[in-house]
């Protein structure tokens, strides 16, 4: 049976709150994005799959969504994004449903405007496109312009990143019209093919009736088989009963 009505819009309001890595586009399956670009001519595929859990009211939502992105570099310091996402929403309890199919397609770019020795900003901007079926909770139905500061520092052993930025919310009457975002991200290089880092978010709530912004923590690794190909494992958890309270990441990036 296809979503409908408010399940509809419970599923994209659990999209919102836990996709923030879609949101942000960081480097799977990290929230907080770095400030790095590919360099002229390169490439990278992000091959990135998320599962989730939570409840709104008397239902439970599940999603899963697969979203490649794709991401090349005009020139050192300006990377262009494409990014596609295909979800699976099932609503259990109080109402059921299900509904599968491609969501929001993102295009963005990320801007590195300034680096000196270890510090670096940057800005991305870009917007979301209804690609998908909104009366069945997979896509917005409009555009979703979003922009971010990238702040981050990084050593040979060590990262750190911070952003800030805000997103365009979905066209509805109980819905806030921008969602604000705040996350940072501390990276440790253990080993020449390991990166484990630890992950913290918080976003504005997507219901006005809402006041509470939803908190997550994110754990997650990055291991490299090859200077051109790394795989990668997350697992999140709501601080909150705002956020969502498990989510499963996987994924694989490839570069050329």
Not at 194 to 214: I, T
Request: aromatic share 10%; proline share 4%; glycine share 10%.
């Amino acid at each position: 049976m296809p979503l409908r009505g408010r399940v509809a819009l419970q599923c994209f309001a659990l999209g919102t709150l836990s996709a923030v890595a879609e949101l942000a586009s960081a480097a799977h399956p990290f929230i907080t994005d770095d400030t790095k670009t590919q360099g002229k001519g390169r490439f990278e595929l992000e091959l990135g799959t998320q599962y989730t859990r939570a409840s709104v009211d008397d239902v439970t939502l599940a999603n899963f969504q697969f979203a490649p992105q794709l991401t090349y570099g005009t020139n050192d310091s300006l990377d262009l994004i494409l990014r596609p996402t295909y979800d699976i929403n099932v609503a259990s309890g109080g109402a059921s449903g299900r509904a599968a199919g491609f969501g929001d397609t993102n295009l963005e770019f990320k801007w590195r405007f300034w680096q000196q020795e270890q510090r670096s900003l940057a800005v991305k901007a870009g917007t979301g496109i209804p690609s998908g079926h909104f009366a069945q909770g997979l896509d917005s139905g409009q555009s979703t312009p979003r922009a971010y500061l990238l702040m981050g520092y990084s050593s040979e052993s060590i990262g750190s990143y911070v952003n800030f930025g805000a997103t365009r919310n979905i066209d509805d009457p109980v819905a806030r019209q921008w969602l604000a975002h705040a996350s940072a991200v501390v990276l440790w290089k253990l080993q020449e093919r390991l990166q484990l880092g630890f992950d913290f978010a918080v976003d504005q709530n997507p219901v006005k009736a809402s006041s509470q912004w939803p908190a997550v923590a994110l754990i997650g690794m990055i291991y490299s088989l090859s200077p051109s190909w790394d795989v990668d494992a997350g697992f999140q958890r709501g601080l909150n009963h705002s956020a969502p309270s498990n989510q499963f990441l996987l994924g694989a990036t490839l570069r050329w």
